[in-house]
């Protein structure tokens, strides 16, 4: 690796890290950079990845429970499932493509940006601690988000957040608070599977880890302190998605090619 190369790596991972305990997603830019900037293949680039998102995961959790915005008690039911499923995603993802999961990922953003635009005050609405959130749905809702983030990862920290605010209704900071807990856990364990299959240059998932850390407590610092904060949260959201589909859509490039036919 060249010096710019670790510079790409740190400032990537902490813009990464802010995305992903504000939002969700920040594995769109670690993941590009770790195969088109540093060149691993896809398989590698999905366990070194897993690094720095444990990293800033249990920094982002120690922010959000030392500031209160953490509710382990009432998110275990959500919390148990989705690790169970995150354990057999990334069993499957260490032997199987996920190409085929990217090709439906790019359609699961456009329904969620519709999703989010429609009715945003959903968005901003406080926890309701009275909340009935039976087993028959919670069990096998959070068993699909586990197992897609054990899987890909990428845009679980959307589909899970959606879920904390839209179905089990939590405010969008405590939703944020929970999900960045819940990665913590099974990505322990997603990490020492990706390692029994020689699958993390630990050398690279390092250097990236430094960045996503301090970007991920930072970000959890500024939630869980400011009164403003679920508003700038949603925000980022709506970005961070709108973002994600000119990605995936290649949009940015048929943008790029308009450019070039107006101005040549």
């Known amino acids: 690796m060249e010096a710019y190369h670790y510079i790409i790596a740190m400032i990537g991972g902490a813009f990464a890290g802010v995305i992903n305990t504000l939002a969700g997603n920040g594995s769109a830019i670690t993941l590009t950079i770790l195969t088109e900037v540093l060149g691993l293949p896809p ?7 897993r690094v720095g998102i444990w990293t800033q995961s249990v920094a982002g959790s120690y922010s959000f429970y030392s500031n209160d915005k953490l509710p382990l ?8 499932p989705t690790v169970i499923g995150a354990i057999i995603g990334v069993l499957v993802a260490t032997s199987v493509s996920n190409d085929q999961f990217r090709q439906v990922f790019r359609f699961l953003m456009v329904a969620m940006l519709v999703v989010i635009l429609v009715k945003p005050k959903r968005w901003l609405k406080e926890t309701n601690a009275e909340a009935e959130n039976s087993l028959l749905w919670v069990i096998p809702v959070y068993l699909a988000l586990g197992f897609y983030g054990g899987f890909i990862q990428m845009g679980m920290g959307v589909f899970f957040l959606a879920s904390m605010v839209l179905i089990a209704q939590f405010n969008i900071v405590e939703g944020n608070a929970v999900k960045v807990f819940v990665v913590a856990i099974y990505t ?8 029994w299959n ?4 630990w050398k690279i998932g390092g250097i990236m880890a ?8 930072l970000a959890a610092q500024y939630a869980s302190k400011y009164e403003q904060a679920n508003v700038w949260v949603y925000r980022i959201l709506v970005f961070v998605v709108i973002m994600a589909i000119i990605k995936l859509f290649d949009l940015h490039l048929l943008l790029f090619s308009l450019f070039q036919t107006i101005y040549h």
Do not use: E, H, P, Y
């Open 43 to 49: 398989n590698m680039a999905n366990g070194t990845n």
């Open 73 to 80: 008690k009432r998110s275990l039911k959500f919390i148990i």
């Open 188 to 195: 322990i364990l997603v990490i020492a599977i990706f390692q």
């Open 198 to 201: 020689g699958l993390i240059d």
């Open 210 to 217: 430094i960045g996503q850390t301090t970007g991920g407590f």
